[in-house]
C-alpha cells in the first residue's frame, strides 16, 4: 500500500523559513515526477512546485518562485520544500503528491495518483 507521509509544517512569522518533508511508502518513485499542493482556507487546491523523476527539472508557481525550492532524495523515496520569506498568503495545508506514470512531470493535479494528508502551514503577519 502506498502511503505519502508529510511532516515540518508549522505555525511561524512572516520571513521565516520552513522545511517540508514527505516520504514516501510501499513502492519507490524514483521514476515518477513528485510534486508539492497547498489550498488555502476557501480556495481551490493549487500547484506549488514540481520536480522531474531525476531532479534535472522543477517548476514552480509564479507566487512562491524564487522563495521555494524543491527537491528530492530518490534513495529515501522523499521530497522536500524549503520555503523562505514565508508571508501570510503562504498559509494553507500543503499537500505532496506523485505519478505513477514514468518520466513524465506535470503540473495538473488529476496527473497525481497519491497523495499525503496535509501538513499545515501558517504564517503569521
Known amino acids: 500500500q502506498v502511503q505519502l507521509v508529510e511532516s515540518g509544517g508549522g505555525l511561524v512569522q512572516a520571513g521565516d523559513s520552513l522545511r517540508l518533508s514527505c516520504a514516501a511508502s510501499g513502492r519507490t518513485f524514483s521514476r515518477s515526477a513528485m510534486g508539492w499542493f497547498r489550498q488555502a482556507p476557501g480556495k481551490e487546491r493549487e500547484v506549488v512546485a514540481v520536480?522531474?523523476?531525476?531532479?534535472?527539472?522543477?517548476s514552480y508557481s509564479d507566487s512562491v518562485k524564487g522563495r521555494f525550492t524543491i527537491s528530492r532524495d530518490n534513495a529515501e523515496n522523499t521530497v522536500y520544500l524549503q520555503m523562505s520569506g514565508l508571508k501570510p498568503e503562504d498559509t494553507a495545508v500543503y499537500y505532496c503528491?506523485?505519478?505513477?506514470?514514468?518520466?513524465?512531470?506535470?503540473?495538473?493535479?488529476?496527473?497525481?495518483?497519491?497523495w499525503g494528508q496535509g501538513t499545515q502551514v501558517t504564517v503569521s503577519s
Open positions: 520536480i522531474s523523476w531525476s531532479g534535472g527539472y522543477t
Open positions: 503528491a506523485v505519478t505513477s506514470r514514468y518520466y513524465y512531470t506535470t503540473t495538473q493535479q488529476d496527473d497525481y495518483d497519491y
